[in-house]
């Protein structure tokens, strides 16, 4: 059988990486039918919109897509197309994990953050007020934080936990200032680790805290859950402590579809010379490979990928070494054939 998979390479780097993606994604034995489809500049540049009507039935009806980063064309009439798919699809979870691969200032970090990834500060609900003749003398940007939401994505948060034997979930949240919006996460958070309780254990953190244990004692944390602006910001605190961005992958998860995808942006400064390091984009499908079920593939992968960094010492310029995105890709296929 084969698997029918969106595939939006992207811009910048997004068709290199995603290249070499591809070759390791099928030396591992499976079989996928790609469908290629375009979005962001390239869209535009071939007269379409950014987030083509196209790419989004393909999506829905594969319900699977590996994405590259996707330059946001700037100017007026161009919503960002990442937060456009986010919405389009109800992605509710940003998974992203996280662990040391290149021996770097920390060692032993595995953490997996699960962002809320639809509402919070991120609703869009906001205005300025007039004061005076001074139309924009405040501006107020409101958190949404409704039950359901929150409900969703903790729940998802126990349900990886328990998946990938996972033993501790931990709730961040700013309750004691943001009473209402924070404290709902939180009591809907303390609600639903009752019911893993004996199996997950669980325990709440207040953000600014949990910003600070994580750069003193990052081995105590396995999956942490969020509201969608701590979220973003945590989980870079995390892509620093394990090296970058060129090593975290992430998985924009709803009910019906997944879209997975590196973490970081499409890098222009280094798009077309072939030394964009493509791992995010790789373990980013690793990430798919487990979604789909395919374990055993994804672990050879993932392990394909870690003896290419650190044993062999393959590796791109961004971790200091010489090795091409080709060459990288060819270390990865080698070590799987
Ligand atoms: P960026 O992540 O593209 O680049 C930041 C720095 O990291 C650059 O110096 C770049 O060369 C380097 N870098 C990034 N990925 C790398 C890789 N795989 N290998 C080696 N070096 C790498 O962030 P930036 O410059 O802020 O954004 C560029 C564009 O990407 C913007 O249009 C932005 O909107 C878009 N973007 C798209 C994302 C997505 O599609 N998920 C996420 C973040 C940004
Ligand atoms: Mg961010």
Redesign the pocket.
């Known amino acids: 059988m084969s698997y029918d998979v969106t595939l939006i390479p992207?811009d910048?780097?997004g068709p290199e990486?995603t290249e070499q993606t591809v070759r390791a994604v099928e030396a591992t034995g499976l079989k996928f039918a790609w469908d290629v489809q375009m979005a962001g500049m390239t869209a535009v540049a071939a007269g379409l919109d950014p987030l083509p009507a196209a790419t989004l039935e393909s999506i829905r009806a594969r319900k699977v897509a590996l994405k590259g980063?996707?330059?946001?064309p700037v100017g007026d009439g161009y919503r960002s197309v990442?937060v456009a798919l986010r919405k389009e699809f109800d992605l509710y979870a940003n998974v992203r994990p996280a662990v040391t691969i290149f021996p770097g200032r920390f060692d032993g970090i595995d953490i997996v953050m699960v962002r809320e990834n639809v509402e919070g500060l991120y609703s869009g609900v906001e205005h300025f007020i007039r004061v005076g003749d001074d139309p924009r003398a405040v501006g107020v940007s409101q958190a949404i934080v409704t039950r359901y939401a929150c409900e969703r994505v903790i729940r998802y948060a126990f349900e990886y936990a328990t998946r990938h034997r996972r033993t501790k979930v931990s709730i961040v949240h700013k309750a004691n200032i943001l009473k209402m919006a924070s404290g709902l996460f939180l009591e809907v958070g303390r609600a639903i680790a009752k019911e893993y309780a004996g199996r997950i254990e669980c325990n709440d953190l207040i953000v600014d805290n949990c910003a600070m244990q994580l750069v003193l004692r990052p081995e105590k944390f396995d999956v942490i859950v969020t509201t969608n602006l701590f979220g973003d910001i945590l989980s870079d605190e995390i892509a620093g402590l394990v090296g970058g961005?060129?090593l975290t992958p992430g998985g924009n998860i709803g009910a019906s579809v997944a879209l997975f995808?590196?973490v970081?942006?499409?890098?222009?400064?280094?798009a077309g010379k072939g030394v964009?390091?493509p791992s995010?984009q790789m373990l980013a499908a690793v990430m798919m490979l487990d979604h789909l079920g395919e374990l055993a593939a994804a672990g050879r992968l993932r392990r394909a990928l870690v003896a290419t960094i650190r044993d062999a010492g393959i590796r791109?310029r961004?971790l200091g070494g010489t090795a091409s995105t080709r060459e990288f890709g060819d270390a990865i296929v080698a070590r799987l054939s």
């Open positions: 992207g910048g780097i990486i980063p996707l330059t946001t990442n961005l060129g995808e590196a970081h942006g499409s890098a222009p400064d280094i964009a390091n995010a791109t961004d």
